[in-house]
């Protein structure tokens, strides 16, 4: 599956086995865990399986997150996008798309995470035809909070996720 979705500072296309230094740099910060679960990855044995888990939903579900590549440096800084979930229940659901994205912490407070985010629910919306988008982040990450808000997502509630053991937030968007 190859995905080019460009914006202005942005370009998302499918994760590839060349982003794994990019990949074990983001999923080995213990910041980027902080809520997360605090489970940071410890080996690129552990990213490539991330990586090998993302393309293979690329081709059993057809969609997967995407790579976040910086257009000024070619850099890979994280992963956005649309990814349609069916190994858990979450907040009474079992099967349905959500939105998310995790960066490299250097590129935070950029405003990286709202310009993919906001790509990839166009890219759900026009191009996937999907009918709404789900999200949901911890309830103490205000900063993802506030970009899921400037995504155009609503807060609808506060649940708690059993499986991971975390209290989070739910949110949704519709295609009007």
Not at 11 to 22: A, K, P, S, V
Not at 24 to 29: G, P, Q, T
């Amino acid at each position: 599956m190859t995905f080019n979705i460009e914006t202005e500072r942005l370009l998302l296309r499918e994760l590839r086995t060349t982003d794994l230094e990019g990949m074990f740099e983001l999923d080995a910060n213990p910041n980027v865990h902080r809520y997360l679960g605090n489970k940071p990855i410890k080996t690129k044995a552990e990213a490539k399986k991330i990586l090998d888990s993302v393309k293979q939903q690329y081709a059993d579900r057809g969609i997967g997150r995407f790579a976040v590549i910086e257009k000024a440096t070619g850099d890979f800084i994280g992963w956005s996008g649309i990814r349609l979930n069916t190994e858990y229940n979450m907040n009474g659901f079992t099967k349905y798309y959500d939105v998310g994205y995790r960066l490299i912490e250097r590129y935070w407070g950029k405003g990286y995470a709202t310009e993919s985010g906001k790509a990839a629910v166009h890219y759900a919306f026009n191009t996937m035809k999907l009918p709404v988008l789900y999200a949901t982040t911890e309830a103490g990450n205000q900063a993802s909070h506030n970009a899921l808000l400037k995504i155009g997502l609503h807060y609808v509630s506060d649940f708690y996720f059993e499986h991971e053991q975390l209290n989070l937030r739910w949110y949704k968007i519709e295609n009007k």
